[in-house]
């Protein structure tokens, strides 16, 4: 047991701590970027899908909520949902380079090395 838990455990850190910077970085990016955007009295959001299911507590107003929005992005939780509201409220382009990049970096790039 010890042989396999020596060899995951090195490996599982450098992911979390790598995974847990990109958290903090991309949630203090979205604080900035649509903290305060996302409202329950926005005739915009509540148009399409986003406001239709309720989704106003996936915001980036506060930096609680950035983390979970963060992670359902990152599991492609409807993640077309929270694009969707975040397009329009803060621009289709800002928006949809904003949860690319964090789905390319978070998802694709950190990954287990190959020989585990």
């Given at each position: ?32 970027l649509f903290g305060g955007l996302i409202r329950?009295?926005?005739?915009a959001l509540a148009q399409i899908d986003f ?66």
């Amino acid at each position: 047991m010890t042989g396999v838990y020596g060899a995951v455990l090195p490996e599982f850190l450098s992911m979390a701590s790598t995974l847990i910077v990109l958290f903090f970085l991309f949630g203090l990016l979205g604080v900035q970027l649509f903290g305060g955007l996302i409202r329950t009295d926005s005739k915009a959001l509540a148009q399409i899908d986003f406001g239709e299911l309720g989704y106003y507590a996936n915001s980036m107003n506060y930096f609680g909520s950035a983390g979970v929005t963060l992670f359902e992005l990152m599991v492609l939780n409807n993640w077309q949902v929270i694009e969707e509201g975040y397009a329009i409220v803060g621009g289709p382009v800002l928006a949809r380079l904003y949860v690319v990049s964090f789905y390319i970096l978070a998802v694709v790039l950190v990954r287990p090395k190959e020989s585990l």
